[in-house]
């Protein structure tokens, strides 16, 4: 049996919550981590028709990339349009699971599914987080003592690195010190020099646990004053982030690039729509799935081409051109995420081969109508 907890633990390894931004809600909406899951359906939001084509496919787990409950609700009653939707799904037996921000920066997310629909060969992320914040803590402790100062060092939380545990660099050393009248040495007389074979320990923790690993090593060390130093590693760029930048086969024009990217993506009334010279070449393109208007500036430093996005509004498009910034091309939010759903199917479909999973067909591009002037 596949549980919806195991279904979970599959999809917040492919998207990590820790990779949301600090206003977002994602994770588990409304299920329980125990139910058996079977089928599960993708979908970028939970509108009424997903609901219902979930409901009536009998899917145990609903998947969708926009949170039904974003904003701070203090209701969610069967007579209002979200409660109505989560009284459904819980009636049904059908959990409710969102990866939004998160599968925005994950590597592989949201922006690479764009970017591997558009052709394009990614070379790295539009807007880089940093890795997380790491403190390196170096220790002289004597020898006979080590594992003991190490062990207290772990069980306070220090010594992780990724899937390890317990991790350390152990280097032979000679420490040496003097105690003065005032000190109560564990070793050594007053006044006198004392060398001591000792080890140099270097662990690495989460400042988060700074104050438990001192605390542990204060009270593990031999020492009346522990010999230790504490740095923070410097904050790198890492692969995951918002959008990404990637290369074309070739360069082509923008009038070409712009066809490519709508017959790329599901039509939509909204459509595709581009900014700048048609004949300008494009070869270096940046990409965010979802509104990505506040990159702008961003994609404008790195030079790039073109910039595939969502939801550009007029003034900022118009100032950005004539600052001399890349051709803009502008599709529907809807189907620029998309293809993300996809990519989520085969993260669990690649993990769980026992479940069923499909991505909706129905369209949440909220709009209906379109006219050409």
Known sequence: MTTLGELIGVLDAAYPPRLAESWDSV??????????VTRVLFAVDATAGVVDEAVTWGAQALVVHHPLLLRGVDTVAADTPKGALLHRLIRAGCALFTAHTNADSADPGVS????????????????????????????????????????????????????????ALRVP???????????????????????????????????????????ALRAAHPYESPAYHISERALLPAPVGIGRVGNLPEPESL???????????????WGVRAAGDPDRAVYTVAVCGGAGDSYLD???RLGVDAYVTADLRH???????????????????????????AQAQSVVGNAMPELETRVSNVRTDPWTVGAKS
């Open 27 to 36: 994770g588990l909406v409304c299920g329980d981590p125990a139910e058996e």
């Open 112 to 167: 690479d599914a764009l970017a591997g629909a558009l052709g394009l060969t990614v070379t790295g992320p539009l807007d880089a987080k940093p890795e997380a914040p790491v403190d390196n803590w170096v220790v002289q402790v004597p020898s006979s003592h080590s594992d003991a100062v190490l062990a207290a060092m772990f069980a306070a939380g220090a010594g992780g690195s990724g899937d390890y545990r317990d991790c």
């Open 173 to 215: 050393a000679v420490g040496q010190f003097r105690p003065m009248a005032e000190a109560n040495p564990a070793i050594g007389s007053h006044g006198e020099l004392q060398r001591v074979d000792e080890e140099r320990l270097e662990v690495i923790a989460p400042p988060s646990v700074r104050a438990a690993v001192l605390g």
């Open 255 to 269: 009038r070409t690039f712009t066809e490519r990217v709508a017959a790329a993506l599901p039509p939509t009334v």
């Open 298 to 300: 961003t994609v404008a």
């Open 315 to 341: 003034h900022p498009v118009d100032e950005r051109l004539r600052r001399g910034g890349p051709a803009l091309v502008d599709a529907a939010h809807w189907a620029t995420e998309f293809p993300w759903c």
